[in-house]
């Protein structure tokens, strides 16, 4: 008799509005968060007309003050006392609809547990290739590196990402040692850092050193700046935040290597990179493999700012993008949306800040088989991936949602379109592309040059 309850008088909600008064000030307005890239997508449908699929509505009965312990059950109850009784028919059509959604409910829980059953089976797969992998490198690709590195086996073998054991070592052994660092010159830069950071300490504040950084001549300056930057680096791993395992050999890399160029610095972007080879290398290893890495001309230049390299490579990443993505290159185009926008942040990083961890150190496993050619080469493999969405956007949708990329992208997804991202243009490849900008620019400069004096 009791089972339809006295209906409660449904609370309206409250309203939100604009920031009010408080007793004693203005309420202050709310800082503007960092956006999700599922967030810009529907704002921008929304602005343009493409609405976004509406939420179902819930199901959930608000006016019942408890919930049953088996909502489909309820089919099978008979009415209250006070209501005319079931009818055989109604009753009879009643149990079957109930037994039509049991057997509904069991055919999507078995649904999902062949689901489950599937990815636990991809993921032991995955886990013996991995396996198997590691032994070939160590046991066959590493005792002969000089031989085999170039062979067509082991290129494959590279492509399809490195077993974590051997991805340190593979990565060493990639970049190389051009600058013939010691693991005793790591130490001696290391106590060089750590003398200007207790004379820093004892001279001035924090805040000082961050307000007056950017303008000492002496680049050694940055060491404190450095501080700034750490704990911004994977901030959702905490290993590098202050009290983390790694958060002094993060500053200790960092800072050895503003001592060892301080025709460098300190420049933002470094931390991520020290940060994976701290995860994939010890200490000094990781610091010969970073100084020799930002050795290389892409990231020199992009450290540096040369201004005039920079815009070659943008020149030349252009190339590739009209011949591989025309219909996205030319709505680029129309909105003057030029590679700067999104490629710096991603080669800064080497991708370490804008994909996932595991994606990115993927990326890092062929970017140090086929060198600078393939940070760009993913650049518009992550393009190709997303382009439809951005097609249907603006300028200013399109710098959002690439500063930030989606969370859920996958390494198959990506690399099955990378792949298919050719790096020919009129049967040039990378490197004669850059070659033959590099050479306009110097027939430039000579055609430009004053005239001698008589």
């Known amino acids: 008799r009791n089972f339809f309850t006295k209906r409660t008088k449904e609370l309206k909600p409250a309203v939100q509005s604009a920031p009010g008064w408080k007793l004693f000030g203005k309420v202050p307005p709310r800082e503007n968060l960092p956006k999700d890239s599922k967030i810009i997508q529907q704002e921008y449908e929304a602005r343009t007309g493409r609405m976004c699929k509406p939420p179902p509505p819930p199901t959930r009965r608000k006016n019942i003050e408890f919930e049953p312990l088996s909502t489909t059950a309820l089919i099978l109850e008979d009415r209250p006392a006070n209501l005319p009784a079931k009818s055989v028919e109604e009753a009879l059509r009643h149990r079957q609809e109930y037994d039509e959604m049991v057997a509904e409910a069991k055919k999507r829980e078995i649904k999902e547990a062949h689901k489950r059953k599937k990815i636990m089976r991809e993921r032991f797969k995955q886990e013996e290739n991995i396996a198997s992998a590691m032994v070939i490198w160590v046991n066959e690709i590493l005792p002969n590196w000089e031989g085999m590195r170039a062979t067509r086996r082991v290129r494959e073998l ?32 290391l106590s060089r850092a750590k003398e200007r950071w207790k004379s820093f300490s004892e001279t001035s504040s924090e805040n000082d050193i961050e307000d007056a950084g950017a303008s000492v001549a002496d680049r050694e300056a940055s060491l404190e700046l450095i501080k700034l930057d750490i704990s911004r680096t994977f901030p959702s791993l905490y290993i590098f935040q202050k009290g983390g395992p790694y958060h002094d050999l993060l500053h200790s890399v960092l800072g050895a290597y503003t001592c060892y160029r301080p025709d460098v610095g300190y420049v933002q972007g ?10 994939n290398l010890e200490e000094a290893d990781a610091f010969i493999a970073f100084a020799n890495l930002l050795n290389k001309p892409c990231q020199l230049a992009f450290f540096r700012v040369d201004h005039s390299m920079m815009l070659k490579y943008f020149a030349a990443f252009e190339v590739f993008f009209e011949e591989n993505l025309p219909k996205l290159f030319l709505h680029f185009k129309s909105y003057s949306l030029t590679p700067d926008i999104y490629l710096i942040d991603w080669i800064f990083t080497l991708y370490s800040k804008s994909l996932p961890l595991d994606l990115a150190c993927r990326v890092w496993d062929v970017f140090c088989r086929d060198g600078e050619e393939f940070l760009f080469r993913t650049g518009l493999g992550i393009l190709r991936l997303y382009e439809d969405i951005l097609l249907q956007m603006d300028f200013i949708h399109i710098a959002q949602f690439l500063t930030k990329l989606p969370e859920d992208i996958t390494s198959e997804k990506l690399f099955s379109c990378i792949a298919a991202i050719q790096m020919q243009n009129s049967n040039k490849k990378w490197a004669q592309v850059f070659a033959s ?18």
């Open 158 to 189: 590279w492509w399809q990402g490195l077993p974590p054991s051997v991805r340190g070592k593979v990565w060493s052994l990639a970049v190389g040692n051009e600058l013939n660092i010691t693991p005793e010159l790591y130490e001696i830069f």
């Open 270 to 279: 470094m931390s991520f990179i020290a940060a994976v080879l701290i995860l």
């Open 437 to 454: 900008l590099m050479k306009d620019n110097k027939e430039g400069d000579k055609n430009h040059s004053p005239a001698p004096k008589s």
